[in-house]
């Protein structure tokens, strides 16, 4: 039987059109994929709606929660294989973060995609990455994820990693789910179970601050910050998740972040690998005054689960149970730290 997919339009490249000064904005886009892509209805029935038309840098939140009640709709809707979403590559990971977290377990699979040129142009990786999406969102692969230059990404574990190169997108700590050569090669071992789909929680506090540690960072201007209504930190720090314990140091502002009720996750700002907050004194002494490890999570991944945490959970212990937790496979159990 023919396959039917949600096509969710959010904006980004792929749908621009380049004005007369050759800037690239989403004020003329290319309103019909399907016009300009007829291929994709040979993969399947499709059903194509516009949720918003933005550069995804001006993506905030509030449109993470649109986008997800866009998806949950979709995926209640009787006789939908799966579910498209174009969107831009600049935020791309931090929306498929937040998706999958919102959404938790889901039974068909949710194919984000995007491209590094726009579809109007001759030499466009948009067509390919549709082409693949489409045929990902045909598979039985219950996951929500990211499709570019041929591979299909965890969306918790993606992150943009070239801001030229068509192959944009990474997943360093989590191999691809699937692979599209030759033939497409799914990763079963790899994937989640899925399971039927929870009612949308759109529970959510923005209040984040993600800071990324470096030689010469006061901490006085931290600790001015959290008087600014700072509810949840994540650190980006050094390789394993080492802070300088020298002098006035992190260790003050994350002591004073504990104090007044503000949870404190660390990642590692390395492109790949895990947080072992045991293995230095500096972040021995951080996870003393209150730090949380994120593991091999993402920051993009971090931020999400931080506001989805601060939205849902009111209690500290609860808070940080979820926080340190795999929930969607957005962290390795084995790497807590
Ligand atoms: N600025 C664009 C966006 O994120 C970049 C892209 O889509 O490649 O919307």
Redesign the pocket.
């Given at each position: 039987m023919e396959k039917k997919i949600a096509l969710l339009l959010t904006?980004?490249?792929?749908l621009?059109k380049a004005a007369e000064d050759g800037i690239?904005e989403?004020a003329a886009y290319t309103h019909n994929l399907l016009q300009e892509l007829p291929v994709l209805r040979r993969i399947a029935q499709v059903e194509m709606s516009v949720v918003c038309n933005?550069?995804?840098?001006?993506?905030q939140p509030t449109d993470w929660l649109r986008i997800g009640r866009a998806i949950h709709q979709a995926l209640s809707s009787p006789g939908i294989d799966g579910v498209v979403v174009v969107?831009?590559?600049?935020?791309?990971a931090y929306t498929s973060s937040a998706v999958s977290l919102l959404l938790g377990p889901v039974p068909r699979p949710v194919v984000f995609t995007?491209?590094?040129?726009p579809i109007g142009e001759p030499r466009t990786d948009a067509r390919a990455n549709l082409i693949d999406a489409f045929s990902v969102a045909t598979l039985p692969v219950p996951e929500v994820g990211v499709v570019f230059a041929s591979r299909f990404f965890r969306g918790t574990r993606v992150t943009k990693r070239d801001a030229h190169a068509m192959d944009?997108f990474d997943s360093p700590d989590f191999p691809p789910l699937v692979e599209l050569g030759l033939t497409e090669h799914i990763a079963r071992e790899r994937l989640l179970p899925g399971g039927p789909l929870a009612s949308f929680d759109d529970r959510l506090d923005p209040r984040v601050l993600v800071v990324r540690v470096f030689p010469g960072l006061q901490p006085s201007w931290l600790l001015q910050t959290l008087d600014q209504g700072v509810r949840g930190l994540v650190l980006e720090a050094y390789g394993t998740g080492n802070l300088p314990a020298l002098g006035p140091s992190m260790l003050d502002v994350i002591a004073e972040a504990s104090r007044r009720g503000i949870p404190c996750l660390i990642v590692t700002q390395c492109l790949k690998g895990s947080v072992a907050l045991e293995r230095y004194k500096g972040a021995v002494a951080a996870t003393r005054a209150g730090a949380i490890s994120g593991g091999d999570m993402t920051v993009e991944a971090a931020v999400a689960k931080m506001m989805i945490a601060l939205g849902r959970f009111p209690h500290s212990d609860a808070r940080r149970r979820y926080l340190e937790d795999d929930i969607i496979g957005e962290r390795s159990p084995l790497a807590h730290g």
């Open positions: 904006g980004g490249t792929l621009m690239l989403p933005l550069d995804s840098a001006d993506m969107h831009g590559t600049d935020t791309m995007g491209a590094q040129r944009a």
